[in-house]
Structure formats: structure tokens, C-alpha cells
């Protein structure tokens, strides 16, 4: 067994790369079985999330895990190397333990990657790429978060990429968001965040543009704002004065000629990776667009007074994960006893069929050969055990008898 983390995130790539490596939740089962039948990987479970795309595995070969990533996204390898890490055992499962209590987030202590955590785990097993290795990690890992959520306070005053967007937001746009008409795209759980941090600003109007109608306009109704199909979006960028995207588009749905339309100053932040908003709308003059990495330090002000709840977080990981590397280890240890004393036996079995093969070969009574065979390998396995157990009952040592009883099943 080799548990391995692997993959690239916010602090080792820009969005220009991020955005090129991620795996498309509907199509994540179909990269796990590519994994599992092509890689040689025993167990697999991929996470893909805006800030980062990681692979956590059991198996021998990182070349060919660093093949498979070029390989699916169509990333040269020079150009993918210097912003992937690897992690090996017990940095290994550290590493997953701090992801899932949000440690490694681009906003320290996030919960949302928790949840995230839990759905590629959920994925992965469907996809039956998971066994009793990464069961066990998992639940440990989950019990982790769950733990530091509770005991420590990582999570006090939350922080947030949509709470970060509003406030970077408040301290770059030219205008007050009291007087600005404002147009979010998508209908997720961060568009939904960003629309209960805007609700202290009171913004002239908030217009929420979606794939769904449906869901465009439950949303809209529970925070009092409006609503239209995505058809209508090139028109409701034309009255925006800000602009906040976040779906899950793999190509970018607002395009710079749909922003030429207009001359209307707007202020856009595409917080979606792949980005919504094509980078060459930069170029004209009336848009200001920034993306989720120009939000980092908006984050890092908002996140003062956290520092001593991750040192918690972290004494509290440390020592979960050497927890589940001690279960680990004796699971190696139980699998090399059984090995040697499986050997032990077959090779006593051996000798002791060797010689009954002979006697049966010049001639002997098969009846007399079975019997003393029968014997012969019944007293050799008989005769360490009961030499150290009477040894045992001469010490006192009267766990190891009770040990025994359990061992071989025997009753009192």
C-alpha cells in the first residue's frame, strides 16, 4: 500500500492553469475507471473544486499519474510539473486531513470543501475505486473535520469566496453598491452567498441570470430580486454596473463581444474556474475584470484572528494522522505474520510430506504412512505453541493464555 495526494491548487497555479486541469462532475466517474483499469491504481478518489484539482491514490507509479494528467487535459508537461506537488503516506493523509478541514483553502477554514470533499468521496465509491483502505481513510478524515469544527474556532466568523467578493467589491468599485444596479450569473450555493452578503449594501437592484428559470427565479424571490433566462443576458449586461459570475460552464458565457455592445462602465468578478468571462474582455476600455485570484488579498485582511484556531487545527490533524498511520502499520504487520507463519507451516507440511512420499515409494503400508505423517506434522505444530505457553503459565503471564484461547478459539 502507497497512499499518494497529488495535484495543483491556488498556491501553485494561476487560474490560466487551473482552469485547464479540472474534471467536470458528470464526467468523474469515467475518469475514475480510466484510472483504475489503465494506471495500475488500487483505490482512487478525485477532487475538483475552483481552487484546486487533486487525485488522492494507492499505487506505486507517480509517472504515470503525472502521464494521466497531461494526458486528460491536454496540458504539456513542462507546463504542468512545476505547479504539481506530491505527497506520500502520512504527508499524505496530513495533507487530505487539512483540504477537508479547510486549512489549504484559499479562505482559511472554509466548510464548503468539506461538503465537496464528501460528494467525490460518495463519486469515487460509486465508481468502485474505493476499497477498505480509503474507507477507512475517509471516515477518519470526516471525523477530523468534524472534530476540528467543533473544538476549535476555525469556523468562527466565516469567511467565504462570496463574502470575499463583496467586500473587494466595496473596496474597488468607484460608485456605492447603494446605487449600483447589479447582475449575478449563475444560481449555486456561491452566488447565493454572495446575495446574502449583499443584502447590509441594499444595491438599487439585483438581477439574477441562470440556465434554470426555475431556479433563477426561487432564488430571486427569497432575497427580493429579479430574475431573467440567460437568453436575456446580453441585455442585462448592457444596464449593469457590477457583475459577479460563478457556474459551472466549462466555456465562458459571457464573451467580449457581448461587452462591446455597450459603453457603460462595469465592474465584473468571474469567481468560476474554467472562468465565465473570456480574459480578452480585459482589453476594453469600460470593463474592469478580475477573477477569483484577485480576491487572495482581500481574503488574507479577513482572515486575521484564525491563526491561533489552525495552530489547534493542525496539533489536532497532527496527531489524527498518526493515528491512522499506526492502523496502517498494523495492518502490514498482521499481513507479514500471517505470511511467515503460513510459510512456517507449509514449509513443516513439506518436510513431513517429503518423507511419507518416500516410504510410500518403496513399498510401505499407505495406512502406516497416513498415520505416522498425521503425527509427525501434528506434534511439530504442536511444539513451539505449547513450549511457550508453559513457559508463559511458568511467568504468570496469564494474558498471554488468555491471548491463546482467543487466538486458536478454544473453550474453557
Known amino acids: 500500500m502507497s497512499i499518494i495526494a497529488c495535484g495543483i491548487n491556488h498556491k501553485t497555479a494561476p487560474i490560466e492553469l487551473r482552469e485547464k486541469v479540472v474534471f467536470p462532475p458528470e464526467k468523474l466517474a469515467l475518469y475514475l475507471q480510466d484510472l483504475s483499469a489503465n494506471e495500475n491504481i488500487r483505490e482512487a478518489v478525485l477532487l475538483s473544486t475552483c481552487n484546486r484539482s487533486e487525485l488522492y491514490c494507492d499505487t506505486d507509479d507517480i509517472d504515470k499519474v503525472t502521464d494521466w494528467f497531461c494526458r486528460h487535459h491536454r496540458v504539456e508537461r513542462a507546463e504542468l510539473q512545476p505547479a504539481l506537488y506530491f505527497y506520500r503516506e502520512e504527508k499524505a493523509v496530513e495533507h487530505i486531513m487539512q483540504v477537508a478541514c479547510g486549512l489549504d483553502s484559499m479562505v482559511l477554514g472554509e466548510s464548503q470543501i468539506l461538503g465537496q470533499m464528501k460528494e467525490a468521496f460518495s463519486e469515487s465509491c460509486a465508481a468502485g475505486t474505493v476499497d477498505t483502505l480509503f474507507n477507512r481513510l475517509f471516515q477518519q478524515v470526516f471525523a477530523v473535520a468534524k472534530e476540528v469544527r467543533t473544538n476549535t474556532a476555525i469556523g468562527a466568523c466565516p469567511v467565504s469566496v462570496s463574502s470575499a467578493a463583496v467586500s473587494f467589491m466595496k473596496e474597488n468599485f468607484s460608485k456605492m453598491i447603494s446605487e449600483s444596479n447589479v447582475l449575478l450569473v449563475g444560481?449555486?450555493?456561491?452566488?447565493?452567498?454572495?446575495?446574502?452578503?449583499l443584502q447590509s449594501h441594499s444595491p438599487k437592484?439585483?438581477?439574477?441570470?441562470?440556465?434554470?428559470?426555475?431556479?433563477?427565479q426561487e432564488l430571486a424571490k427569497k432575497y427580493a430580486a429579479y430574475s431573467a433566462p440567460i437568453a436575456e443576458l446580453p441585455v442585462a449586461l448592457?444596464?449593469?454596473?457590477?457583475?459577479?459570475?460563478?457556474?459551472?460552464?466549462?466555456?465562458?458565457?459571457?464573451?467580449?463581444?457581448?461587452?462591446s455592445a455597450g459603453t457603460k462602465p462595469v465592474f465584473i468578478i468571474d469567481?468560476?474556474?474554467?472562468?465565465?468571462?473570456?480574459?480578452?474582455?480585459?482589453?476594453?476600455?469600460?470593463?474592469?475584470?478580475?477573477?477569483?485570484?484577485?480576491?487572495?488579498?482581500?481574503?488574507q485582511k479577513n482572515m486575521r484572528g484564525r491563526e491561533h484556531a489552525a495552530e489547534k487545527a493542525h496539533e489536532v490533524i497532527k496527531q489524527r494522522t498518526q493515528d491512522f498511520m499506526a492502523w496502517l502499520h498494523s495492518l502490514e504487520l498482521v499481513a507479514t505474520t500471517i505470511r511467515a507463519y503460513r510459510k512456517q507451516i507449509e514449509d513443516l507440511c513439506a518436510g513431513e510430506l517429503s518423507k511419507s512420499l518416500r516410504q510410500l515409494g518403496r513399498g510401505d503400508d499407505p495406512a502406516a504412512v497416513l498415520t505416522i505423517f498425521a503425527r509427525a506434522l501434528t506434534q511439530k505444530l504442536l511444539h513451539t505453541p505449547t513450549v511457550q505457553l508453559r513457559q508463559a503459565g511458568f511467568e504468570g503471564r496469564i494474558e498471554i493464555l488468555q491471548l491463546a484461547q482467543q487466538l486458536f478459539a478454544i473453550a474453557e
Request: hydrophobic content about 45%; cysteine-free.
Open 238 to 259: 448592457m444596464t449593469a454596473d457590477i457583475v459577479v459570475s460563478a457556474t459551472g460552464s466549462t466555456d465562458p458565457i459571457i464573451t467580449k463581444a457581448m461587452l
Open 187 to 197: 444560481a449555486g450555493v456561491t452566488i447565493e452567498l454572495v446575495m446574502r452578503h
Open 205 to 216: 437592484k439585483i438581477t439574477l441570470v441562470n440556465r434554470s428559470v426555475e431556479h433563477a
Open 271 to 299: 469567481i468560476a474556474v474554467p472562468r465565465d468571462v473570456e480574459a480578452s474582455s480585459s482589453e476594453l476600455n469600460h470593463v474592469q475584470l478580475h477573477s477569483i485570484d484577485d480576491l487572495k488579498s482581500t481574503i
